[in-house]
């Protein structure tokens, strides 16, 4: 292969392509970054068995400055190569490979030579039908991500709950995260094929939502295709595949409580600021516990049990209402569900002081199924 390109316009392929490709992996050449050349453009490939990110750029695309002069195909060593490329002298870059799978970059007086692999010895990709896939609205999807996936898990030990959780009806896709201490539920509009709705219920893994989020542009046309036990998220110039997590969703729906004895109506960046500020003490402790007090309708949050001191706040309120009520939580979960909120007024609701708590926005969206739901579960102490 043999083929020219700017190298700015390379680079920025590189990143997104290498996020897929792992750190340690037992199968050497994932280790390495497929480049394959055709009369149409070039392909990048980055994989971890798990995920893998191909990109086309095309030689219809002037801004990429691609002048293509042999085919072929090269596997070479990812993190190196990419290194090189980043810190070349100039704009213009050559990359060329021989029969011996060589390949040799060029850039100005710069010329390096690295041992790279057949591109055929690879792992192949699957075919997509294009036929079957699911158009998203792509900024709604990303904030769905966004104020979900920290919810989800990181213990193996129940893989179901590493991921992303998706409900797809005909007119709205649902995303839930759990790792059983605190839930996650963002609703969004969508108008789908019905024709598609066996897709019903997919669980992704966290990383390829996250990578998903860092790569696709809010203004990007987004579709996903699921094929058996695998996802595939389609853009333009840039294909993200992912296996599926194997197993049964837990029913969370079962676990939003519908109904409470005590309701706060805060808003979410001021009590956010509160349990910042009571974090700075609860992080000295190994608890990491702070308490909410609803008396007389005053409410303070406190931490205490501390050897290095303790912290109290009174909470500003827009209303509270129902019974009195002392409850402890993980500050940090705390912290996550609000900040999901983006600083609008919420309520939360309060069944007792050992029931899981619920964060709704106070003001229900215009739309229908465009709700944030934030479930956290309490810690029980002996003052609970």
Partial sequence: MKFTINRQKFTDVLNNVSRAIPGKTTIPILTGIKIEVNPDGVTLIGSDADISIESFLSNQDESLQLNIKEQGSIVVGARLFNDIIR???TNEILLESDSNYLLTITSGPAVFTLNGQDGAAYPHLPEIDFENTVSLPTLAFK????????????????PI?????????????????????????????????????DLTNVTIPKKTVTELVRIVEDDQKLQMLVNEQQVIFILENLTIYSRLLEGNYPDTDRLIPSNHQTQLVVNANDFLAAIERASLMSHQSKNNIVQLSIKDQAVELSVSGNERGRASEDIQLKAVSGQDLLISFNPDYMRDALKSFNGIDIKIDFQTAVRPMLLSALDGSDLAHNELLQLLTPIRTHQS
Avoid at 143 to 158: C, L, P
């Fill in 143 to 158: 904030e769905m991500i966004n104020h979900t996936i920290f919810s989800a898990s990181n213990q193996e030990s129940r």
């Fill in 161 to 197: 709950l590493t991921g992303l959780n998706l409900s797809i009806h005909p007119d709205y896709i649902s995303g839930v995260a759990t790792d059983s201490h605190r839930l996650s539920r963002r609703e969004i509009p969508v108008e789908l094929n019905t024709d598609l709705l």
């Fill in 87 to 89: 810190k070349l002298p």
